[in-house]
């Protein structure tokens, strides 16, 4: 349900026209410093000495990789860190900020990745709540009248009475910030606001905060990792890298190749792998008029035709929540269909553990350690999850059957995949759950490629993991594919599944929409394809 | 009394009276439960704390000679139960429901341990107010004799609906049950709010279980409770975590449980014990009517671990 209405034109290239400020005679929005901040978790020192200035009026754009500091050092700034060393500037003042509270009253306000909003609860009850202050009994009918006077002075119109849970991604990234606004933040920091828009919701709202910082509203910092949105949206950027300062200046003088080097560092990344050959002509994954329901019972699939080749990797784009997950977890056989057939190599598939064995059917699901692993049973035995039932880690014949579990096999095994696929581990006994998230996802990985696979089904795999990792597991995916398997992709980043898919298409509300090459892609269709219009 | 005046008419009548009388424990305790699940946390203790509420009202009422007393310190025993229910739960990883059936059974075997001097002798009881005094019948009489605890439970439960609503802290209270996440990136402090919804949902248990001990015909013993501390939890869910509906899920428990005994006394006697499971039967076809493999349930407080 789309509750809010758009009423700026949603391309980025567009100024917006002047805004009515809030405090029309309130100061403009003050700057902000971090002064040499150093924090150090334990022996590990997350942030060495990094400075960063975002001047007033102006959009700051933080680049960095995963890992490489910027939530930090944005933790630092609102107070959920304590920094060792350094020190925090608002405006000409230096601030103690002791928790994200007292950010608010010194005109700070964080937008995070994951929405903040409580989903059960309507925006009008979740912005009054957010106040700093609150009165004991709340008269809602002149909270609503206040709110409503105050979203007039907005760029952001918001149906107020709408449960959260109801809006769509983009409207509650804008509700997010709207918040903030409504807090009478004057020094906004997003944390990656992009990440689950579609690339017109993105240019919309990145569109509509630089508007407001051009008036002298807001200050904004941005952490984010794509080049496109700094290149266009920013004034400055810092970029970090491994927790050190690695560039900073105006974005005028870089190009995203130049950012990249300051990201990435000096050492080269692996060399995407090549397509090579077009896809077989075989159909071997085939699903028809494919029917599931959603955890509450309403339907997310709406009938899903898709087809993937011998030798084929077809990417499924779209935005989170648009029944992608629902897909995923039928051919997985986590989640039962209403309707609709699936079949692998011209037999029916039911996604049962005999089927998925004959057919060689291999799944790499998002969130690897939650989806495909029980995190408190050692690497050895999470990687023997496909094969523990059948020789050589089961022995014994007779009466007796695959009764019999050979644990020196299975960490024989463990220890060839552990080699083979570079899994960072203090060994195979330890539990998967003490690995970092890019060696969970290589070992999961490794289960399931390192047997001959026929059907690969991905969901979002690199989601969260540093250049090198990513490029690792996009090697595999592509091999897989030069090997003849049928690879379904599905993924948030387009980027991602423009450059390794051979046919992508766009899901949107339970069904697959548009259907297109990487080749022949329209980013602008594509687009308007995932927000569904 | 004399049942059989009134012929079958005493089954609706008696039925009615007991959901009045059975229904007031279970009032209390939901209410109790209610605003602690609310906070995202369930406390399976209340059993026991009915229990420790019903001796310590009893005990408190015996040796002060005032009733209203011991309604008071009931309320105070439960809300230390649900204190210390709420800081076992604040500890890294403490499971909320296997601290909560610990202390049900810490709770009645605590109330056995402290109560066998109370079970012989007479403790003053909680007067009743007479509403039936325009009736000639002495079943009508006796049926609207209501205990003022019950008046109680049920203005609390349209009060609490406003409390959650509107206030402040009905706010802040949800917003804890129903993300931890945006509760603590508003600045509230998770475990201290639970901890106060669950001592209040402890007090109100408590006062729950004074009635089982203060009101007719008031004697301690440790037969007392059978399971209605347990059942109200249950009912929680069956009200969608609503004071008010709270309030006529009660009713339905009383009313049932009540059937046995009014059947009883117009001479069914067959089946005595199964009319007597009547409450049992209802909270497993409840349960099972009301719930789903597929989805979670509606209304439910997103933090709450059984939920989730």
Known sequence: ?533 | MDHASLGWWGVPLAVLAGAIRVSTPFLFVSLGECLTEKSGRINLGLEGTLVMGAMSGYATAYLTGNPWAGVLVAGLAGSLLGTLHAMICALERVNDIAVGIALMLLGTGLAFFLGKPFIQPQAPQLPSIPFGWWSGSAQVRSALDINPLFLVGLALAPLLLWGLRTTRWGMVLRIVGESAEAARAMGYHINRVRLLATAAGGFFAGVGGSFLSLSYPGSWNERLSSGQGITAVALVIFARWDPVLCVWASLLFGGAGALGPALQSVGVTQGYHLFNAAPYVLTLAIMIATSSSRHRLAGAPAELSVTR
């Open chain 1, 1 to 533: 349900m789309n509750v809010m209405s758009r009423i700026l034109p949603s391309s980025a290239s567009v100024p917006p026209p002047p805004l009515p400020l809030h405090h029309a005679d309130g100061p403009p929005a003050p700057g902000l410093e971090a002064v040499a901040i150093t924090k150090r978790f334990g022996a590990f020192t997350a942030l060495d000495s990094v400075s960063l200035k975002l001047r007033p009026g102006t959009v700051h754009a933080l680049l960095g990789e995963n890992g490489a500091g910027k939530s930090t050092l944005v933790k630092c700034i609102m107070g959920f860190y304590r920094p060792d060393e350094g020190a925090v500037v608002v405006g000409d003042r230096e601030v103690v900020i002791g928790d994200p509270r007292s950010a608010q009253t010194h005109g700070l306000g964080m937008v995070y990745q994951h929405f903040t909003l409580v989903p059960r609860m309507t925006v009008l009850e979740n912005l009054v709540m957010a106040r700093a202050s609150v009165p004991a009994v709340i008269d809602w009918r002149a909270e609503r009248r206040r709110l409503a006077a105050f979203l007039d002075t907005m760029p952001f119109t918001i149906d107020v009475d709408a449960a959260v849970a109801t809006l769509a991604a983009g409207d509650k990234q804008k509700a997010e910030i709207v918040k903030q606004l409504y807090l009478d933040a004057r020094v906004l920091i997003l944390d990656e606001p992009t990440s689950v828009l579609t690339p017109d919701e993105a240019d919309e709202t990145l569109g509509l905060i630089r508007g407001m910082a051009l008036a002298g509203r807001l200050s904004v910092l941005i952490i984010t990792h794509k080049f496109r949105e700094v290149m266009a949206f920013a004034d400055d950027v810092t970029v970090l890298r491994r927790g050190r300062l690695a560039g900073s200046g105006a974005v005028a003088d870089h190009t995203p190749d130049s950012l990249a080097r300051l990201m990435i560092g000096d050492s080269s990344t692996a060399v995407p792998v090549e397509r090579r050959g077009p896809p077989g002509r075989a159909a071997r994954l085939r699903i028809a008029g494919l029917r599931a329901n959603d955890d509450s019972g309403l339907p997310a699939l709406h009938g899903v035709d898709l087809t993937v080749q011998v030798g084929e990797i077809v990417g499924v784009a779209g935005v989170s929540g648009n029944g992608q997950v629902e897909l995923v977890q039928v051919l997985a056989g986590q989640r039962a269909a209403t309707a609709g057939s699936v079949q692998v190599g011209g037999e029916p598939y039911r996604a049962t553990r005999e089927e998925m064995r004959r057919h060689k059917v291999h799944c790499l699901p998002e969130e690897p350690l939650r989806n495909a692993c029980v995190p408190g049973m050692s690497v050895a035995e999470n990687m023997a999850f496909r094969s523990f039932d059948e020789p050589p880690i089961t022995r014994g014949g007779g009466w007796l059957g695959s009764w019999w579990l050979d644990p020196a096999a299975m960490r024989r095994a463990a220890l060839d995949l552990i080699a083979r696929y570079r899994v960072k581990t203090t060994g195979p006994d330890a539990p998967i759950a003490t690995l970092s998230g890019g060696n969970v996802q290589r070992a999961v990985l490794a289960r399931e490629l390192s047997r001959e696979v026929d059907v690969l089904i991905a969901a979002n795999p690199v989601f969260g993991l540093d250049f090198a990792a990513v490029a690792d597991i996009h090697a595999q995916i592509v091999e897989a594919r030069n090997r003849g398997t049928a690879v379904l992709l599905v993924s948030e980043d387009l980027d991602e599944l423009l450059e390794l898919s051979d046919r992508l298409v766009v899901m949107s509300h339970g069904a697959i929409v548009h259907e297109t090459t990487p080749a022949a892609a329209d980013l602008t269709v594509i687009g308007r394809c995932m927000a569904g219009h």
